[in-house]
DNA sequence: CCCTCTATGTGATTTTATAACATTTCAGAG
DNA sequence: CTCTGAAATGTTATAAAATCACATAGAGGG
């Protein structure tokens, strides 16, 4: 088995929530968001956004791939990379770079710059927002000139529950 | 070609400045902060860092790689990622994520988090200090009982060559 | 209906990274 | 100085991530 399948034990990021609530709205809010742009949220796409809904962690295009293939659609990879990408050019998915793996947006269609806690122990992901232009980066790119056009911002370590369970 | 070779064309990050000298002075620093610690700065990893330091761009490791071959030195991956393991564990070189690459260090030997300006472009990466707990990020981190371990922050853009080039 | 543009399916390939194991080098012990 | 064990290097092979190229299928406008 080439990926980690099967929610079962999936971390819910950070807190408790009424997850199956959490999936359906923010599918239907994507569906809302697409109809109103004339974007096409085909078969694949939706469900490789309700894939990365359901587990509240990142998935890699191949895992992915992996549940695309059980779920009857095409195997190979351009077809989760496809729908990937789609998916992060209109803001429902966010690429983390840390672990080439992907993870469902929580403010799907505002256009945001996203920040990222990820927990080096259990993989979850939780998303929040970073503000670019202020602090210590925005500062540098003011006085050199640098024009920020996106920005990565990902934080390593340990979440709550890690943090606990491993002592202190 | 596997991949771009020559620093003739490398931009300096963002400033004019005496690059020979900040290529020396770097290795030097590297050298007696290797010597405190009692770490090997063997013949490869000086050579890898001597030609990160030659380009102030990020160079994927097979880049490295291939340079590393002209050079004499073994000519498989492992040879050029064993170099940057170590070279990114104490400090000298930082990963950068967006790029699956690598880019020396500009303050080698103290402890930072570091942040990056990088020119979609050119190529052209700069260095610059990231504040991780201040900020948003950290607030949410504090908020939600996160605790930050490391912290990957890239900005992609436009550096102030490129821009100006590219009109206003 | 026909044309065109977009999306999907599929095979092959490129790029990035690691595993596994043999050989060499080197610092420190005796 | 010589032995010895750990660290470093060289090399083969393989895994993981991403893209290319081209054929087929669908949606929508005329
Ligand atoms: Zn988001
Ligand atoms: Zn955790
Ligand atoms: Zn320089
Ligand atoms: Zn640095």
């Given at each position: 088995m080439t990926s980690r399948e099967g929610s079962a034990s999936a971390p819910v990021a950070f807190s408790d929530h009424d997850h199956a609530a959490c999936v359906e709205d923010t599918l239907a809010?994507?569906?809302?968001v697409c109809a109103e742009r004339g974007l096409r949220l085909t078969p694949v796409r939706r469900k490789v956004l309700e894939l990365l809904l359901q587990e509240h962690r990142a998935l890699g295009a191949y895992a992915i791939l992996d549940l695309l293939r059980d779920a009857g659609f095409g195997s190979q990879p351009p077809v989760a990379y496809r729908a990937l990408d789609f998916l992060v050019k209109n803001g429902f998915v966010h690429k983390i770079e840390r672990l080439n793996?992907?993870?469902?947006?929580v403010h799907p269609g505002e256009t945001h710059s996203p920040a990222f806690m990820i927990c080096r122990k259990c993989d979850a992901v939780a998303e929040a927002q970073s503000t670019p232009l202020k602090g210590a980066l925005g500062a540098a790119a003011r006085s050199t000139g640098f024009q920020i056009e996106r920005t990565v911002v990902e934080a390593e370590?340990?979440?709550p529950d890690c943090a606990e369970a491993s002592g202190s």
């Open positions: 809010a994507a569906e809302e793996a992907f993870v469902a947006c370590g340990l979440c």
